[in-house]
């Protein structure tokens, strides 16, 4: 176990993990849009910053991807912490104006005015959405695309991804919920990537469960036979 | 990638069948034959200097009397303003600005019967005399050219020349009379810092590379030159290629690398071109791959090229886009020296420091150290460009004074217009205004005015530059070039961009100057990597040393130095118009009326419709009689 | 590009993630672009996804997913340049053109794009027209330096130095 202070209370951690993680667990606040712990921690949004003092030197960094180290100090809340903070949620309700989450974490920061033109963009660029799909589900049908102000996550050549499976992991994961997923009869779809796949029916119940398209990725995936998903998950229980 | 023809070459596996070929390569040269040498830099490429080239190729082939007389064309020579140049050996004669029409009566005349063409050669701009040889040419007599002097006698393409210079001598030195642990101790007494902008100290990042746990390790060169006005490591690359490989094979032995990569900007097609023959000649004697020499030493070096993007030269990211992917920097907690490529120690250097290490262990650290200032030894190439008469690439030892280099070196502004800044340190560094030009160039001095030393770009501005503009340029560079990971950095620069551009279109309010330091702050602060660290420095140091003129832009809606041109406005002097219509031809979009003035009519003055002026410039470019005013 | 000069490249420079760039870098200069089906079977080859390779396309300034121009123009907008007045000289380019940075003429003779340094301070304001350097651009010599390339329909390889 690693032993480390966050705001003058000891903590623990096991090796590997990360000192934001940590301090969540222990009950700090620190504010993060761009962290899940069931990916790998990105360093993105900015958010998470905290100072970290170690051997002598202090500096301003991201709490997601810093690792425990025996010794640290670190501090969640010093008038440099707020201050980057709250520019940084400034940067992105300009950004977003319209994101209730935002406004909320704006208004709990104490951020009361953007002095910048607002723009009215939904996207935040946390880029969970394509993480996810990366590293949990392995359909790889978005992902980051472009540079600096123009960066977006989108399917290749941004037209329908075609690579989608209508999971609905990214539309659960995105924490400005900005991708949106419907189903209306016997089709779901993943409104942000275009994406409409039509379902299939349970032989038994005869609910529409599941898009045909993604049974038959995790059927070929997982080498299972023709029928086994001819019964839904419920059903089947 | 294949180059040409395969290069036939003797594997030599010792150092003494090394000497053995150097003394025979410098047998065949005579110390009095005559040497053309044509600069092949890309300034003189630009100039034009292959047709000289070829002039020169046909007057030789042509002669009965050529015999004797060799054509080499090399690296760049640093005059880039002069050229093309050309160095007649073994007097080294020194002609510039010579054009093809002249090569015949330069064979003839100076070559054939020594006869000097005095208007081919430099001219004193206070004295009027005319100076022969290149070493008493103003631009070149305070320069300490180490480093980059040899490019005059290489041609990029033939390792025999490197050798005839004592290339490769450093090499065997280290591998056979030194242990990896005294080139280190070698390298930390010369204090050999980064040359690519960081300054960190060469040796201690080698040692704790050397101590990282891990069997291998990589070096790799930086040659992805990203910052504006900054070519000396393009030009050390395209000129003298095996000084940079040279550097990185002794590098890698001291640190126990067995592979090592050089990461060349996609814009530098010939550097590209010339390294990877340097490495082919170089595998070709054995003195890369398995066995260097027979000292028991492999090493290998490849090539990987940037895809245009100057986040690319981040370390990070390089390492990054070595390994296939996007040039996104990663957090550094822990350094590359430790884990870098492929998980790997990795020890990554500039072009520059690499081709610094054979210097250093041929004559020593303690000899190194002797040049240079406490905290900075050694030379530093430097960009001299923009408003300034003597233009190129110039070496001068660290502590020289800024004001030497910009008047001595540079031969002061042109034109006669008054000196307003320098800029140095590229998108990462800062202006430094006329106040401050007996400031010693040294890392922490010029870190210590809100500028940094960078990878040795220096942009020379005068009265006609409009710093306001400057940072704007500068945030526009750096907005297009962030990745766009970090929301402090993508936002911040683009915010920052938008605010000047505010203030330059007229539009500018005095709360933006406060606004600007505060989005500075948290850019610099918040951000991941060094592109977003120093991205507000150009806005800062400019509001710290001309914030008259940015609240001039503000309050006045004017701009003093003429360049935004939303402030400001062309107007043709009745009394100066002589009717000739070439405004009226030039414009654009009609805005000019008038009627021209011929032998049978009177013609009326030209006028402007300030309305659909859209303030181009293209009038004033065209008229010859200075009738056009620009408030 | 057919397949099998594709995979001639592939060969060229290994099988391997880290070969990516290279790969696609010579694509690029072949084709002057980066096809979707080029890079669909890049994708194939290397067991690399379509999303990785697409980010790879759109993130380099070297690569370009529209098919270019016969000449391109590359204006050097580095600092020396812009001191010496580049923006001018782009705007001009611009204006006889009708084309913006990144777009190409439709007509397909010209592409317009500019860059951050050739490395040509000295001479700025620098344009190279399909690799060839002109030094001491002005707005005034725009229109004179373009003509050489309307009138030289014989191929790119007459332009270069």
């Known amino acids: 176990m690693i032993s480390f202070t966050i705001d003058g209370q000891m903590v623990e951690g096991k090796k590997g993990q990360n000192v934001l993680e940590v301090a969540l667990d222990a009950g700090f606040d620190i504010p993060h849009l761009c962290y899940n712990e069931n990916v790998k921690p990105y360093g993105a949004c900015r958010l998470c910053l905290v100072e970290v003092s170690r051997k002598g030197r202090s500096k301003l960094t991201t709490s997601c991807n810093y690792p ?31 994101s209730p989450l935002l406004q909320r974490m704006a208004k709990e920061m104490g951020l009361n005015e953007v002095r910048f033109k607002k723009e009215d963009k939904d996207c935040i660029l946390c880029g969970l959405c394509a993480r996810v799909c990366e590293e949990i589900v392995g359909a790889h049908a978005i992902q980051f695309a472009f540079r600096g102000d123009r960066r977006e996550v989108v399917p290749p050549f941004q037209g329908e991804a075609t690579n989608c499976i209508a999971c609905g992991a990214c539309v659960i994961v995105c924490p400005v919920n900005v991708i949106g997923m419907k189903e209306e009869g016997d089709e779901r779809t993943i409104t942000r990537w275009k994406r409409t796949l039509k379902m299939k029916q349970c032989k038994i119940c005869g609910n529409y469960f599941a898009p045909w398209y993604q049974l038959e990725k995790i059927r070929e995936k997982a080498n299972l036979p023709k029928d086994f998903f001819d019964v839904c998950y419920t059903c089947r229980s | 990638m294949r180059i040409g023809r395969e290069i036939k070459m ?21 110390l009095n034959q005559t040497i053309v040498t044509v600069c092949g830099g890309t300034g003189c490429h630009a100039a034009g200097c292959h047709a000289v080239v070829d002039a020169f190729k046909k007057v030789l082939q042509e002669s009965v009397k050529n015999n004797g007389i060799s054509l080499r064309v090399t690296g760049c020579h640093g005059f880039c303003e002069r050229g093309p140049l050309v160095v007649i050996h073994p007097k080294e004669i020194f002609y510039q600005r010579v054009k093809p029409e002249d090569v015949p009566s330069i064979f003839s005349e100076t070559i054939l019967k020594g006869n000097i063409l005095e208007h081919l050669l430099y001219e004193h701009p206070v004295t009027g005399e005319r100076i022969l040889t290149e070493k008493d040419v103003p631009f070149y007599k305070k320069q300490m050219r180490i480093i ?54 060469a040796g201690i990042k080698w040692e704790s590379c050397r101590r990282a746990k891990g069997d291998i390790k990589y070096v790799i060169c930086n040659a992805d030159e990203g910052d ?22 002794i590098g890698a032995f001291a640190i126990g690398a067995k592979e090592g990569y050089v990461y060349v900007r996609h814009e530098y097609p010939l550097a590209l071109t010339n390294i990877m023959m340097a490495i082919e000649q170089a595998r070709g004697l054995g003195l890369l791959g398995k066995n260097i020499l027979n000292s028991g030493f492999d090493f290998d070096v490849f090539i990987s090229r940037g895809g245009g993007a100057f986040v690319g030269g981040e370390s990070s990211a390089l390492v990054a886009s070595i390994a296939g992917d996007v040039a996104e920097p990663r957090a550094k907690h822990i350094h590359l020296v430790e884990s870098g490529l492929w998980n790997r120690p990795t020890t990554l250097n500039n072009v520059e420091t690499w081709a610094n290490v054979p210097v250093i262990i041929l004559k020593g650290g303690d000899w190194y150290s002797q040049i240079g200032t406490e905290g900075s030894k050694g030379t530093k190439i430097f960009s001299l460009v923009g408003k300034v008469n003597n233009t190129g690439l110039v070496e001068v030892p660290m502590g020289i004074t800024l004001r030497e280099i910009i008047y001595d070196i540079g031969g002061g502004i042109p034109e006669g217009k008054k000196f307003k800044a320098v800029q140095t340190g590229g998108p990462s560094g800062g202006c430094i205004p006329e106040s401050l030009l007996d400031l010693p160039v040294d890392f922490d001095r010029l870190t210590e005015v809100g500028s940094m030393m960078g990878s040795g770009g220096m942009i020379v501005m005068d009265e006609s530059t409009c710093m306001v503009d400057v940072a704007k340029y500068f945030m526009n560079f750096l907005k297009d070039e962030s990745c766009g990971k970090c929301t402090s950095c993508r936002e911040g620069t683009k915010r920052m961009h938008e605010l ?29 990597c060094a592109l977003g660290g120093t991205a507000p420095n150009p806005v800062l140091s400019t509001l710290r040393y001309f914030r008259e003129e940015y609240e001039e832009h503000i309050l006045h809606k004017r701009c ?24 009226a031809k030039a414009c654009p979009t009609d805005a000019i009326t008038g009627k021209r003035k011929t032998k049978k009519e009177e013609g009326i003055p030209f006028r402007i419709d300030e309305e659909k002026c859209i303030k181009c410039g293209m009038c004033f470019e065209s008229c010859k009689f200075n009738a056009i005013e620009v408030q | 590009m057919t397949h099998s000069e594709i995979d001639t490249i592939i060969e060229r ?149």
């Open chain 2, 560 to 583: 003093p130095a003429k360049v935004c041109r939303s402030l400001l406005k062309y107007r043709i002097l009745p009394e100066v118009c002589t009717m000739c219509g070439r405004c």
């Open chain 1, 68 to 98: 425990v180290l025996e010794g640290i100090e670190v501090f969640t809340a010093t008038d440099k912490v707020l201050r980057a903070r709250k520019m940084v949620m400034e940067l992105l309700l300009a950004m977003c104006p319209g």
């Open chain 2, 500 to 528: 000047l551009t505010e203030i330059t279109e007229g539009r500018g309010k005095l709360e933006y100057l406060d606004l600007l330091e505060e989005l500075g702050w948290v850019t610099a602060e918040a951000s991941l």
């Open chain 2, 148 to 201: 980059f002097g040899n490019n005059g006698f290489i041609d990029p393409t033939k390792i025999e020349d490197y050798l005839a210079v004592g290339g490769y001598q450093a090499l065997v030195k280290a591998l056979f009379s030194m242990r990896p642990e005294e080139i280190i101790q070698e390298v930390k007494k010369a204090n050999l810092r980064g040359r690519g902008g960081g300054g960190f100290p």
């Open chain 3, 13 to 161: 420079h290994g099988k391997k993630e880290s070969a990516i760039l290279a790969i696609l870098q010579d694509i690029q200069t072949r084709e002057k672009y980066l096809s979707k089906e080029a890079l669909e079977y890049v994708g194939e080859k290397l067991r690399i996804p379509l999303t990785k390779l697409y980010r790879i396309a759109t993130f380099f300034r070297a690569f370009s997913l529209m098919p270019r121009g016969r000449h391109e123009i590359c204006v050097c907008m580095g600092t020396a340049c812009h001191v010496r007045g580049a923006q001018r000289v782009l705007d001009q380019i611009q204006l006889e053109l009708g084309i913006r940075p990144g777009e190409t003429t439709k007509d397909l003779n010209f592409t317009l794009e500019t860059v951050n340094c050739l490395g040509v301070c000295a001479a700025g304001p620098v344009v190279a027209i399909d690799g060839q350097y002109f030094g001491k651009m002005s707005p005034t010599k725009v229109e004179g330096t373009l003509k050489r390339f309307y009138e030289n329909r014989k191929g790119d390889k007459d332009a270069k130095a």
């Open chain 2, 10 to 30: 003797q594997r030599l596996s010792s150092p003494q069948e090394l000497e053995k070929y150097r003394q025979e390569i410098l047998s065949q040269r005579n």
């Open chain 2, 228 to 249: 504006p006005g900054a070519y000396m490591d393009r030009s050390l690359l395209e000129g003298n290629p095996h000084s940079v490989l040279e550097g990185m094979i």
